[in-house]
């Protein structure tokens, strides 16, 4: 091998773009969508590549399919994802929880735009932050992660998948209209950097009672079409998949071992970023394209010799909330600046208890980038 | 001295045979004809997949066939079989769900499968009534039915799910009654061999609630009787005026048509058609 061949290559590439050429990259060989703003590209994009790569692409009636879709699809043994916005999620909700229950893997990507209702199709709003976590119905969890550019976008969606394989999941993906429709340059990984996570499967029938549901380390999952009778079902059911809706001790039990399988592995899953808190007084808490915003802030802060820092969790579900707890511990005052009314102020105040003062700093109006100035004046003026 | 007899379908059944409707459904009918068309044919259990939704109709494969089973929410069965087809294309995928399943909260998913002709079996039980959730009226329920949502009489008018196959693009439709058990069977072993999309209608008794309905409270013979007397063929049908087949049950083989392509071909031929463009 000659050295040239190990230069990453790059292209300039739009956020959803970068996207889809993840998804294709971490193996996803079937997408269901169905059109929106600001998430269309995906599906043009991939409605062209899918079958390229020997996959499949339907355009469904609706985004209760799509979401369906994905689901027998991924039971059929496939990695599969869809792309929507906010109003799209709505739709999908009572499903997406089928999937937690069922313990299907899939993806799904939420370009987030302005809300509530229809609201602004263009604009970009991080407003279905909460809506991603108890959108359906009943305690559970979900993973999620926020990109702040199209590098991420591409590198978050293999990270989805590959999450989703591991623990048998729905992972969504937090985007919003401007990170899906920025254009930057994407470095694409060398194959021998590439990691790519398979699903656990039952390798073969082992009786009505096999175990293939509940199990906190994830059990393995039977595949449809390879004569291992997979008992699937959204009512609450054992780990042998047979269904009991009258116990709640099988409710309870069913409840707490999903819970567990993602909480239990919170310090696999969870990712934080942070920059300059070592020695901060003030760090700012933010995520997505906001975080960007906060980089230029700390670095301005910096140079006027005021300790500020920043914590940016790239897995918002699950919450980092012992990480923002050791966060508290140290500094005087965690700044919230998220692009909505403060979704997760309440988890970061309530995990960082009254160790620091949190405060919620939204930008000046809704759906418009932060200034760093702003940010770096609400520093100053607290620290 | 007791005989041990086993059931003869007893080998398609995950434990035991174990069904958890009322005395007198129509289920234990529809579930046995289906079984039978699959005997029938001789065909490897394995290859199917039945996915159904949220009705009685939910319970006919969930979880009792000892095969793949994808129970899942209310009137979206039709749209989880899709993915899964589209996933595994050899599987012989069966959707079984109910009137309300199919023409009320599923109606979307319905029509364009119908649409699509992907190559699913969707066999729907009919029995004109929401059944588990107490009795209240459905899109099929007959007008001026008193129900438990409709006490002065239902005003809205019924559809006629076999025509909505039919108009939305379903290749091959057809309906009987709970009493032509034969014919369904081979209606569904048609079906099952059908290479796109096949609509079978059951028009099913629910002795419970919609019993009550047409007072014949908890007599599923009266009702299955009622099917008999009502019943007539798609070929007598033809030559009556709509005044004379008032209140008749129309059954049969409506259409069959293999000509037209079914979609995970035409997924493979988009496949083909990408690769040589690539190589290019």
């Not at chain 1, 699950?318 to 050791?326: G, L, R, S």
């Not at chain 2, 069966?94 to 190559?119: L, Y």
Request: net charge neutral; aromatic share 8%; proline share 5%.
């Amino acid at each position: 091998m000659t050295n040239n061949s190990k230069i990453h290559k790059t292209d300039f590439l739009q956020g959803n773009i970068a996207c889809a050429e993840g998804a294709i990259m971490a193996g996803c060989k079937f997408f269901a969508g169905y059109p929106i703003t600001p998430a269309s590209e995906i599906a043009h994009h991939l409605s062209k590549r899918m079958f390229e790569v020997d996959g499949t692409f339907i355009q469904t009636e609706d985004e209760i399919a799509a979401v369906a879709n994905i689901i027998g699809a991924s039971w059929g043994g496939a990695k599969s994802m869809t792309a929507t916005s906010g109003p799209g999620i709505s739709l999908m909700q009572e499903n997406i929880g089928l999937a937690v229950a069922t313990e299907t893997p899939c993806v799904i990507i939420n370009v987030q735009r302005g809300a509530p209702s229809t609201g602004s199709p263009s604009v970009h709003l991080q407003g279905d932050i909460l809506q991603s976590k108890f959108g359906s119905q009943g305690d559970y969890q979900v993973i999620a992660l926020a990109p702040a550019s199209p590098q991420e976008m591409f590198d978050f969606t293999i990270k989805a998948f590959n999450l989703a394989e591991q623990f048998r999941t729905p992972v969504f993906i937090l985007s919003d209209s401007l990170v899906g429709h920025m254009r930057e340059k994407v470095a694409f990984p060398l194959q021998e950097e590439l990691v790519i996570s398979e699903r656990k499967k039952l390798d073969h029938y082992q009786g009505i009672h096999q175990k293939i549901f509940l199990d906190e380390d994830v059990a393995p999952m039977p595949i449809f079409g390879k004569g291992l009778k997979a008992n699937i079902t959204g009512s609450t059911h054992k780990e042998d998949g047979f269904r009991n809706v009258s116990d709640p001790k099988i409710m309870d039990h069913a409840i707490k071992k999903l819970t567990n399988k993602i909480l239990k592995h919170k310090k696999e899953i969870i990712e934080i970023n942070e920059y300059e808190t070592d020695d901060a007084e003030v760090v700012i808490f933010s995520y997505g394209l906001t975080s960007r915003a906060v980089l230029e802030t700390v670095r301005k802060a910096r140079r006027s010799g005021i300790k500020v820092g920043s914590f940016r969790p790239i897995t918002v579900w699950p919450f980092p909330e012992e990480e923002v707890e050791k966060l508290s511990r140290k500094v005087k005052i965690i700044i919230v600046c998220e692009n909505n009314l403060g979704q997760l102020f309440p988890f970061v105040k309530s995990a960082a208890c009254e160790h620091c003062k949190v405060i919620s700093l939204p930008p000046k109006i809704l759906g418009t980038l932060y200034d760093p100035e702003e940010i770096f004046e609400k520093a100053k003026e607290v620290i | 001295m007791e005989t041990k007899m086993n059931h003869p379908l007893q080998k398609y059944f995950r434990g035991a045979i174990n069904y958890t409707t009322c005395p007198g459904c129509g289920n234990g009918i529809i579930s046995q004809a289906i079984l039978w068309a699959i005997e029938e044919l001789a065909m490897d259990f394995n290859k199917f997949a039945f996915v159904s939704g949220i009705g009685c109709s939910g319970w006919i494969p969930s979880p009792s066939y000892n095969t793949d089973v994808l129970h899942v929410t209310h009137g979206r069965a039709i749209a989880f079989a899709t993915g899964l087809k589209l996933a595994t294309p050899d599987m012989k995928v069966i959707v079984t769900a109910g009137d309300g399943d199919t023409s009320a909260i599923g109606g979307n998913h319905f029509i364009h499968a119908c649409r699509r002709n992907i190559g699913l079996t969707m066999i729907c039980v009919n029995n004109q009534i929401y059944g588990m959730t107490g009795g209240q009226v459905a899109p099929s329920t007959p007008y001026d039915s008193k129900t438990t949502t409709t006490p002065y009489g239902s005003i809205e008018r019924p559809f006629d799910l076999s025509q909505i196959a039919i108009s939305a693009g379903a290749t091959m439709v057809a309906r009987w009654t709970t009493f032509q058990a034969r014919q369904l069977r081979k209606s569904i072993a048609k079906a099952i061999l059908h290479p796109g999309f096949s609509f079978i209608e059951v028009i099913s008794q629910c002795p419970v609630q919609y019993g009550k309905v047409i007072g014949k409270r908890n007599d599923a013979v009266d009702m299955l009787m009622d099917y008999k007397n009502r019943s007539i063929s798609i070929k007598k049908a033809r030559e009556l005026s709509s005044d004379e087949l008032k209140n008749k049950i129309i059954v049969g083989e409506f259409i069959e048509n293999k000509e037209i392509p079914e979609l995970t071909q035409e997924i493979k031929r988009l496949r083909k058609e990408a690769l040589s463009r690539c190589q290019k």
